[in-house]
Protein backbone atom coordinates (compact mmCIF):
# COMPACT_ATOMS: atom_id res chain seq x y z
CA UNK A 1 0.00 0.00 0.00
CA UNK A 2 2.37 2.42 0.66
CA UNK A 3 4.00 2.32 -2.62
CA UNK A 4 0.43 3.51 -4.47
CA UNK A 5 1.18 6.88 -2.19
CA UNK A 6 4.06 7.34 -3.67
CA UNK A 7 2.65 7.49 -7.20
CA UNK A 8 2.56 10.27 -9.76
CA UNK A 9 -0.36 10.64 -12.23
CA UNK A 10 0.17 12.73 -15.75
CA UNK A 11 -2.82 13.18 -17.16
CA UNK A 12 -2.91 14.33 -21.12
CA UNK A 13 -5.51 15.15 -23.84
CA UNK A 14 -6.17 12.75 -26.09
CA UNK A 15 -3.90 13.65 -28.41
CA UNK A 16 -0.66 12.75 -26.55
CA UNK A 17 1.63 10.27 -27.14
CA UNK A 18 1.20 6.78 -25.17
CA UNK A 19 3.48 5.96 -22.21
CA UNK A 20 6.20 4.60 -24.03
CA UNK A 21 7.46 7.05 -26.36
CA UNK A 22 7.26 10.11 -23.94
CA UNK A 23 10.33 11.50 -23.38
CA UNK A 24 8.94 13.37 -20.20
CA UNK A 25 7.81 10.11 -18.58
CA UNK A 26 11.39 8.56 -19.84
CA UNK A 27 13.20 11.76 -18.09
CA UNK A 28 11.17 11.98 -14.66
CA UNK A 29 11.61 8.17 -14.44
CA UNK A 30 15.30 8.55 -14.73
CA UNK A 31 15.53 11.00 -11.38
CA UNK A 32 13.55 8.63 -9.30
CA UNK A 33 15.66 5.52 -10.36
CA UNK A 34 18.55 7.28 -9.88
CA UNK A 35 17.84 8.88 -6.44
CA UNK A 36 16.19 5.71 -5.40
CA UNK A 37 12.90 6.91 -4.99
CA UNK A 38 10.29 4.07 -5.22
CA UNK A 39 7.84 6.20 -7.12
CA UNK A 40 6.03 5.74 -10.60
CA UNK A 41 5.63 8.36 -13.05
CA UNK A 42 2.47 7.20 -15.85
CA UNK A 43 1.27 8.54 -18.81
CA UNK A 44 -2.98 8.70 -18.97
CA UNK A 45 -4.97 9.87 -21.41
CA UNK A 46 -7.63 11.43 -19.63
CA UNK A 47 -11.02 12.97 -22.20
CA UNK A 48 -12.16 16.65 -21.23
CA UNK A 49 -15.24 14.99 -20.27
CA UNK A 50 -13.42 12.89 -17.35
CA UNK A 51 -11.28 15.28 -16.41
CA UNK A 52 -12.74 15.71 -12.47
CA UNK A 53 -13.32 12.13 -12.50
CA UNK A 54 -9.71 11.94 -13.22
CA UNK A 55 -8.59 14.35 -10.59
CA UNK A 56 -11.04 13.15 -7.89
CA UNK A 57 -9.23 9.64 -8.64
CA UNK A 58 -5.91 10.37 -8.48
CA UNK A 59 -6.86 12.45 -4.79
CA UNK A 60 -8.74 8.79 -3.55
CA UNK A 61 -6.06 6.98 -4.56
CA UNK A 62 -3.14 9.03 -3.10
CA UNK A 63 -1.21 10.36 -5.82
CA UNK A 64 1.43 12.88 -4.96
CA UNK A 65 0.54 15.25 -8.12
CA UNK A 66 0.19 14.71 -11.79
CA UNK A 67 1.42 17.09 -14.60
CA UNK A 68 -1.34 18.37 -17.21
CA UNK A 69 -1.15 19.00 -20.76
CA UNK A 70 -3.61 20.52 -23.63
CA UNK A 71 -6.38 20.90 -23.38
CA UNK A 72 -6.31 20.42 -19.49
CA UNK A 73 -4.56 23.50 -18.55
CA UNK A 74 -7.31 25.47 -18.02
CA UNK A 75 -10.34 23.41 -17.28
CA UNK A 76 -8.50 21.05 -14.46
CA UNK A 77 -8.55 24.88 -12.51
CA UNK A 78 -12.19 24.56 -11.15
CA UNK A 79 -11.26 20.52 -10.06
CA UNK A 80 -8.14 21.79 -7.64
CA UNK A 81 -7.73 23.12 -4.34
CA UNK A 82 -5.71 26.08 -4.45
CA UNK A 83 -3.31 27.85 -7.20
CA UNK A 84 0.24 28.88 -6.44
CA UNK A 85 0.94 32.30 -7.01
CA UNK A 86 2.24 32.34 -11.06
CA UNK A 87 -0.39 29.93 -11.89
CA UNK A 88 -3.50 31.98 -10.97
CA UNK A 89 -1.77 35.24 -12.09
CA UNK A 90 -1.23 33.22 -15.46
CA UNK A 91 -4.73 31.37 -15.06
CA UNK A 92 -3.06 28.19 -16.58
CA UNK A 93 -1.86 24.53 -15.03
CA UNK A 94 0.38 22.06 -16.44
CA UNK A 95 1.48 20.64 -12.62
CA UNK A 96 -0.38 19.77 -9.65
CA UNK A 97 0.94 18.84 -5.99
CA UNK A 98 -0.57 17.15 -3.22
CA UNK A 99 0.16 19.86 -0.29
CA UNK A 100 -1.49 18.10 2.67
CA UNK A 101 -4.89 16.97 1.70
CA UNK A 102 -5.10 19.86 -0.81
CA UNK A 103 -4.13 19.73 -4.87
CA UNK A 104 -2.26 23.02 -5.70
CA UNK A 105 -2.19 23.66 -9.36
CA UNK A 106 1.35 25.41 -10.35
CA UNK A 107 2.83 26.37 -13.71
CA UNK A 108 6.65 24.66 -13.76
CA UNK A 109 7.08 26.20 -18.02
CA UNK A 110 7.41 29.73 -16.91
CA UNK A 111 9.75 28.55 -13.56
CA UNK A 112 11.75 26.40 -15.90
CA UNK A 113 12.75 28.64 -18.72
CA UNK A 114 13.37 31.12 -15.67
CA UNK A 115 15.99 28.79 -14.45
CA UNK A 116 17.85 28.37 -17.71
CA UNK A 117 17.79 31.93 -17.94
CA UNK A 118 19.01 32.70 -14.62
CA UNK A 119 21.70 30.21 -14.52
CA UNK A 120 23.47 32.70 -17.45
CA UNK A 121 21.88 35.84 -16.46
CA UNK A 122 19.46 37.65 -13.81
CA UNK A 123 16.08 38.66 -15.05
CA UNK A 124 15.80 41.34 -12.16
CA UNK A 125 15.85 44.54 -13.94
CA UNK A 126 16.28 43.42 -17.48
CA UNK A 127 14.66 44.75 -20.54
CA UNK A 128 13.29 41.81 -22.57
CA UNK A 129 11.88 41.39 -26.62
CA UNK A 130 9.26 37.83 -26.36
CA UNK A 131 8.35 36.54 -29.57
CA UNK A 132 4.63 35.15 -29.38
CA UNK A 133 1.52 35.07 -27.11
CA UNK A 134 0.48 31.68 -26.66
CA UNK A 135 0.76 29.14 -23.83
CA UNK A 136 4.39 28.98 -23.13
CA UNK A 137 5.05 33.16 -23.90
CA UNK A 138 2.54 33.67 -20.96
CA UNK A 139 3.71 31.31 -18.40
CA UNK A 140 7.52 33.03 -19.57
CA UNK A 141 6.26 36.91 -19.30
CA UNK A 142 4.12 36.08 -15.58
CA UNK A 143 7.67 34.22 -14.20
CA UNK A 144 9.84 37.14 -15.44
CA UNK A 145 7.74 39.62 -14.60
CA UNK A 146 7.54 38.12 -11.25
CA UNK A 147 11.35 37.98 -10.76
CA UNK A 148 11.55 42.17 -11.47
CA UNK A 149 12.36 42.10 -15.03
CA UNK A 150 12.07 45.83 -15.81
CA UNK A 151 10.37 46.08 -19.06
CA UNK A 152 8.81 43.35 -21.04
CA UNK A 153 7.84 43.68 -25.36
CA UNK A 154 5.50 41.54 -26.52
CA UNK A 155 6.13 40.91 -30.21
CA UNK A 156 3.06 38.96 -31.42
CA UNK A 157 1.48 38.20 -34.90
CA UNK A 158 -2.27 38.02 -33.55
CA UNK A 159 -2.89 41.74 -32.23
CA UNK A 160 -6.07 40.34 -29.87
CA UNK A 161 -3.47 37.29 -27.97
CA UNK A 162 -1.04 40.03 -27.65
CA UNK A 163 -3.16 42.30 -25.88
CA UNK A 164 -4.53 40.39 -23.52
CA UNK A 165 -1.34 39.29 -22.65
CA UNK A 166 0.40 42.97 -22.40
CA UNK A 167 -2.73 43.87 -20.48
CA UNK A 168 -2.45 41.24 -18.00
CA UNK A 169 1.45 42.02 -17.29
CA UNK A 170 0.01 45.38 -16.49
CA UNK A 171 -3.15 44.73 -14.80
CA UNK A 172 -1.84 42.23 -12.65
CA UNK A 173 1.96 43.03 -12.38
CA UNK A 174 1.84 46.10 -12.62
CA UNK A 175 4.84 45.42 -15.37
CA UNK A 176 5.86 47.96 -18.39
CA UNK A 177 4.96 46.24 -21.04
CA UNK A 178 3.87 47.15 -24.78
CA UNK A 179 2.98 45.54 -27.83
CA UNK A 180 4.19 45.07 -30.71
CA UNK A 181 2.36 43.79 -33.72
CA UNK A 182 4.83 41.86 -35.54
CA UNK A 183 4.81 42.74 -39.20
CA UNK A 184 7.51 42.21 -41.27
CA UNK A 185 11.31 41.99 -39.72
CA UNK A 186 11.36 43.20 -36.24
CA UNK A 187 14.33 45.42 -35.12
CA UNK A 188 15.18 44.68 -31.35
CA UNK A 189 15.74 48.06 -29.97
CA UNK A 190 19.05 49.06 -28.32
CA UNK A 191 19.38 48.48 -24.87
CA UNK A 192 17.55 45.18 -24.83
CA UNK A 193 18.94 42.59 -23.01
CA UNK A 194 17.58 39.52 -23.51
CA UNK A 195 15.48 38.41 -26.83
CA UNK A 196 13.53 35.18 -26.59
CA UNK A 197 11.50 33.05 -29.48
CA UNK A 198 8.12 31.97 -27.51
CA UNK A 199 6.41 30.90 -30.41
CA UNK A 200 6.46 27.61 -32.46
CA UNK A 201 8.61 29.24 -35.36
CA UNK A 202 11.29 26.81 -35.63
CA UNK A 203 9.91 23.26 -33.87
CA UNK A 204 11.04 20.42 -36.12
CA UNK A 205 11.47 22.97 -38.71
CA UNK A 206 15.38 23.34 -38.60
CA UNK A 207 14.98 26.31 -42.05
CA UNK A 208 12.25 28.31 -40.43
CA UNK A 209 13.39 32.07 -39.87
CA UNK A 210 11.96 34.21 -37.24
CA UNK A 211 11.17 37.26 -38.68
CA UNK A 212 13.69 39.81 -37.25
CA UNK A 213 16.18 42.03 -38.52
CA UNK A 214 19.43 40.06 -37.37
CA UNK A 215 21.32 43.15 -37.70
CA UNK A 216 19.77 44.69 -34.56
CA UNK A 217 21.20 41.58 -32.09
CA UNK A 218 24.11 42.99 -30.08
CA UNK A 219 27.53 40.92 -29.43
CA UNK A 220 26.77 40.12 -25.21
CA UNK A 221 22.41 40.24 -25.57
CA UNK A 222 21.11 36.61 -24.03
CA UNK A 223 18.95 35.38 -26.44
CA UNK A 224 16.82 32.28 -25.90
CA UNK A 225 14.19 30.12 -27.54
CA UNK A 226 11.26 27.71 -26.23
CA UNK A 227 11.60 25.20 -29.16
CA UNK A 228 13.78 22.14 -27.83
CA UNK A 229 13.75 19.80 -31.53
CA UNK A 230 15.84 21.01 -33.40
CA UNK A 231 18.04 21.36 -29.90
CA UNK A 232 19.84 24.27 -31.95
CA UNK A 233 17.31 26.58 -33.73
CA UNK A 234 18.38 28.74 -36.53
CA UNK A 235 17.58 31.44 -34.87
CA UNK A 236 20.00 30.02 -31.54
CA UNK A 237 22.59 29.88 -34.61
CA UNK A 238 22.36 33.16 -36.04
CA UNK A 239 22.09 35.09 -32.81
CA UNK A 240 25.10 33.13 -31.45
CA UNK A 241 27.00 34.36 -35.05
CA UNK A 242 26.20 37.56 -33.97
CA UNK A 243 28.25 36.97 -30.42
CA UNK A 244 25.24 36.67 -28.61
CA UNK A 245 24.92 34.09 -25.38
CA UNK A 246 22.12 31.52 -26.54
CA UNK A 247 20.20 29.49 -24.35
CA UNK A 248 18.11 26.27 -26.14
CA UNK A 249 14.73 24.99 -25.01
CA UNK A 250 15.80 21.78 -24.27
CA UNK A 251 16.56 22.85 -21.19
CA UNK A 252 13.85 24.85 -20.26
CA UNK A 253 12.01 21.22 -20.61
CA UNK A 254 14.76 19.49 -18.11
CA UNK A 255 14.39 21.99 -15.89
CA UNK A 256 10.18 22.34 -15.63
CA UNK A 257 10.88 18.30 -15.12
CA UNK A 258 13.45 19.10 -12.11
CA UNK A 259 10.79 21.93 -10.71
CA UNK A 260 8.06 19.00 -10.88
CA UNK A 261 10.25 16.42 -9.15
CA UNK A 262 11.11 19.07 -6.28
CA UNK A 263 7.43 19.76 -5.94
CA UNK A 264 6.61 16.66 -5.59
CA UNK A 265 9.57 15.04 -3.63
CA UNK A 266 10.98 17.56 -2.09
CA UNK A 267 14.60 16.30 -3.58
CA UNK A 268 16.77 18.35 -5.87
CA UNK A 269 17.46 15.87 -8.87
CA UNK A 270 19.87 15.44 -10.98
CA UNK A 271 20.04 17.80 -13.91
CA UNK A 272 22.55 15.96 -15.73
CA UNK A 273 20.38 12.33 -15.72
CA UNK A 274 17.36 13.66 -16.24
CA UNK A 275 18.80 16.01 -19.09
CA UNK A 276 20.15 12.34 -20.89
CA UNK A 277 17.09 9.93 -20.35
CA UNK A 278 15.01 12.81 -22.44
CA UNK A 279 17.68 12.86 -25.00
CA UNK A 280 18.01 9.44 -25.33
CA UNK A 281 14.27 9.32 -25.66
CA UNK A 282 14.14 12.19 -27.91
CA UNK A 283 16.49 10.33 -30.14
CA UNK A 284 19.46 13.22 -29.55
P1 LIG B 1 0.54 28.32 -28.72
O1 LIG B 1 -0.17 27.70 -29.87
O2 LIG B 1 -0.21 28.63 -27.48
O3 LIG B 1 1.21 29.71 -29.23
C1 LIG B 1 1.94 29.76 -30.41
C2 LIG B 1 2.57 31.14 -30.57
O4 LIG B 1 3.41 31.11 -31.74
C3 LIG B 1 1.58 32.27 -30.78
O5 LIG B 1 2.08 33.46 -30.23
C4 LIG B 1 1.54 32.35 -32.31
O6 LIG B 1 1.16 33.63 -32.78
C5 LIG B 1 2.98 32.12 -32.66
N1 LIG B 1 3.19 31.64 -34.02
C6 LIG B 1 3.05 30.37 -34.47
N2 LIG B 1 3.35 30.30 -35.78
C7 LIG B 1 3.68 31.57 -36.15
C8 LIG B 1 4.11 32.15 -37.39
N3 LIG B 1 4.24 31.42 -38.49
N4 LIG B 1 4.40 33.47 -37.41
C9 LIG B 1 4.28 34.22 -36.29
N5 LIG B 1 3.87 33.73 -35.10
C10 LIG B 1 3.59 32.42 -35.03
O7 LIG B 1 1.76 27.37 -28.43
P2 LIG B 1 2.61 27.26 -27.07
O8 LIG B 1 2.85 28.62 -26.53
O9 LIG B 1 1.99 26.24 -26.20
O10 LIG B 1 3.99 26.63 -27.60
C11 LIG B 1 4.91 27.42 -28.32
C12 LIG B 1 6.20 26.65 -28.46
O11 LIG B 1 6.77 26.47 -27.18
C13 LIG B 1 6.05 25.23 -29.05
O12 LIG B 1 7.08 25.04 -30.00
C14 LIG B 1 6.25 24.33 -27.86
O13 LIG B 1 6.80 23.08 -28.24
C15 LIG B 1 7.25 25.14 -27.05
N6 LIG B 1 7.28 24.80 -25.63
C16 LIG B 1 8.47 24.47 -25.10
C17 LIG B 1 8.57 24.15 -23.79
C18 LIG B 1 9.91 23.79 -23.24
O14 LIG B 1 9.96 23.32 -22.11
N7 LIG B 1 10.99 24.00 -23.96
C19 LIG B 1 7.40 24.15 -22.88
C20 LIG B 1 6.19 24.56 -23.53
C21 LIG B 1 6.13 24.85 -24.87
P3 LIG B 1 -0.40 34.04 -32.97
O15 LIG B 1 -0.90 34.44 -31.60
O16 LIG B 1 -0.33 35.16 -33.93
O17 LIG B 1 -1.10 32.83 -33.52
Redesign the pocket.
Known amino acids: MSESRNFLHELTGSMSQGAAGNPTVAMIEAAFAHHGLHWRYVNMEVTPADLGAAVRGAKAMGFRGFNCS?PHKVTVIPHLDGLGESAAVMGAVNCVVRRGEKFIGENT?GK??LKSLESVVPAKGKSVVLF???????AIAVELGLAGTKRITIV???EP??AELVALLRDKLKLDAELVV?RGDYAVPAGTDIVIN????G?YAPEARLALDLRSLQPGMVVAD???SPVRTRFLDDAAARGCRAID??G??VN?GIVGVQYWTGITPDADVMRRALEAAMGL
Not at 132 to 138: I, L, S
Not at 198 to 201: K, L, P
Open positions: LDGFGAGGAARNRSRGWGTSILVVFGLMLQ
